[in-house]
């Protein structure tokens, strides 16, 4: 019998349960969904053969890339896809919490198959002496407070046991470690550049037109029984160069918005268009250059199986 845990007020910062989403609830990003099939959900499924073919499965697999662009979701499709448990556990609320960190790892393993998602680990391992600007003045997402040296030594020590440091003998099966961070610099190189922590990175991109088109028609599709008209997404996708996924699913809040306030009793193009001048997105032209510029920067072979 399997129960939900939810610890924490508000947003959920520790989730235990058998995996809910699937692929086609994230919008876009076809391109990471197979890179996360081929780390994350294949050798769950097939560790025999894996080992058979001595092949070493990734140690750890940290998505790196703007915030909403749904990488949680990615994680938990991926545990779905490989019949796996799911535990996410939120890096920002693990601060001065080292016992619940601990926790996450030792029920990881006792429900493997198990896919341990761990967000936000530059508020766990922050890099020292980061810099935060993506140009002078914008440090979007920097995080306000960070872990002290003790918990991100309990952190570490807890991937090392769970690896087996590094030891192909002593990793425990059946645990598949993902992680996830906002910027691949800001992040303590002791994390990523150990071979037997996060070994490797997906860099989950700024979203493309394809993605925001993809991400866009999920949002619309919950507003159906008021759509009038026809939709163009691509068009909406063009004129939303530097939306991520929460600043879609607000642009269809805000048509919506339009639409009542026009007194219209449909939602038609002309709401959304309106609407895409209202919203500031996230991504600003020197945040994408950037991202950008850190993934030319970093080794290739850590972004391939």
């Not at 998505?63 to 749904?70: A, E, I, R």
């Not at 693990?94 to 896919?115: I, N």
């Not at 991504?283 to 391939?304: F, G, V």
Request: aromatic share 8%; with cysteine.
């Amino acid at each position: 019998m399997h129960h939900d845990h939810h610890h924490g007020e508000g947003g959920v910062y520790y989730l235990s349960r058998p995996p809910r989403v699937n692929w086609d609830d994230v919008g876009g990003f076809d391109d990471i969904k197979e890179i996360l099939q081929e780390m994350i959900s294949l050798p769950l499924k097939n560790p025999d053969m894996i080992k058979e073919m001595n092949i070493e499965p990734p140690m750890g697999v940290l998505m790196w890339g703007p915030l909403g662009t749904g990488i949680k979701m990615l994680a938990e499709a991926s545990a779905k896809d490989a019949g796996a448990h799911y535990i996410y556990v939120s890096g920002q609320e693990m601060l001065g919490k080292p016992e619940e960190l601990r926790k996450a790892f030792a029920e990881a393993q006792e429900k493997a198959p198990c896919v341990l998602f761990i967000s936000d680990v530059e508020w766990l391992a922050p890099r020292a002496g980061a810099d935060y600007d993506w140009a002078p003045g914008n440090r979007r997402g920097i995080p306000p407070t960070f872990a002290d040296k003790d918990l991100t030594t309990v952190f570490l020590e807890e991937i090392d046991k769970l690896q087996g440091g590094g030891d192909v003998n002593t990793v425990a099966t059946g645990v598949a470690l993902a992680g996830s961070c906002y910027r691949i610099d800001v992040v303590d190189q002791a994390l990523v550049k150990e071979k037997s922590r996060f070994n490797r990175k997906i860099f989950v991109h700024p979203p493309t037109a394809a993605d925001r088109e993809g991400i866009l028609r999920i949002y619309i599709k919950r507003l159906e029984p008021n759509l009038g008209g026809e939709i163009d997404y691509a068009q909406l996708a063009e004129k939303t160069e530097g939306f991520v996924g929460w600043d879609l699913e607000n642009l269809c809040k805000r048509a919506a918005l339009n639409a009542v306030k026009a007194g219209s009793a449909k939602i038609e193009m002309p709401h959304f268009l309106q609407a895409v001048g209202e919203i500031e997105p996230w991504l600003t032209p020197d945040m994408t250059e950037k991202y950008k510029e850190l993934r030319e920067l970093d080794c290739s072979h850590y972004y391939t199986f």
